[in-house]
């Protein structure tokens, strides 16, 4: 396979790119397709399993199939990206989720309440990903998951929000393109 080149030019892209690189055990800017997805969710973006299947079928390696090269998964990422696509829930949204989980209005669910819905509805958590939950959300004292509690803390070990890069990356665009049309104007 020729060597396919890779610019890189803003902190959106250098963000993509520095994730990928993680997982480039080769060096050869290549990842194993089976890492996109967590590629993507270390960015701070939250895909369904559906939309990683999605983002494979984008960026998979026509010639060695199995693998993905950066030149291909980068633009497709920071588009997902800049469209502001995969975004984790709002604390918002996730409280809302709690509460419609909590008939009874308690501000708390029981742990083995949660595991069974998490595994029984829409789509299904796997047990390490419900294990590292637990492992923040249960109270060690009583054994519940005082819901509230647990957002504040997920909302603080958030690392910077990746989508916030967006309008800077947008600012930079736009202030090359306007001297883009300002250079062909002297040219005429």
Request: glycine fraction near 4%; charge should be negative; hydrophobic fraction near 40%.
């Amino acid at each position: 396979m020729a060597a396919l080149e890779v610019s890189i030019t803003n902190d959106l892209e250098k963000r993509i790119a520095e994730a990928f690189e993680v997982f480039d055990h080769s060096g050869d800017k290549t990842v194993d397709v089976r890492e996109v997805g967590t590629i993507i969710r270390s960015l701070g973006c939250c895909p369904s399993e559906a939309e990683v299947q999605e983002v494979i079928v984008r960026v998979e390696d026509q010639e060695t199939s199995g693998s993905v090269h950066l030149a291909q998964f980068l633009p497709v990422v920071a588009q997902i990206i800049s469209e502001y696509k995969l975004q984790p829930a709002s604390p918002e949204e996730l409280l809302k989720a709690f509460q419609t989980l909590d008939k009874e209005n308690k501000g708390y669910l029981d742990r083995e309440f949660l595991t069974k819905a998490m595994m029984e509805e829409g789509e299904p958590f796997t047990q390490e990903e419900i294990d590292e939950m637990m492992a923040v959300a249960v109270d060690p004292v009583n054994g519940t998951i005082p819901y509230e509690f647990y957002i504040n803390q997920i909302m603080i070990n958030i690392q910077p929000n990746i989508y916030s890069l967006i309008p800077k990356v947008e600012e930079v665009q736009k202030r090359k393109l306007g001297e883009g049309l300002i250079e062909s104007d002297l040219m005429k």
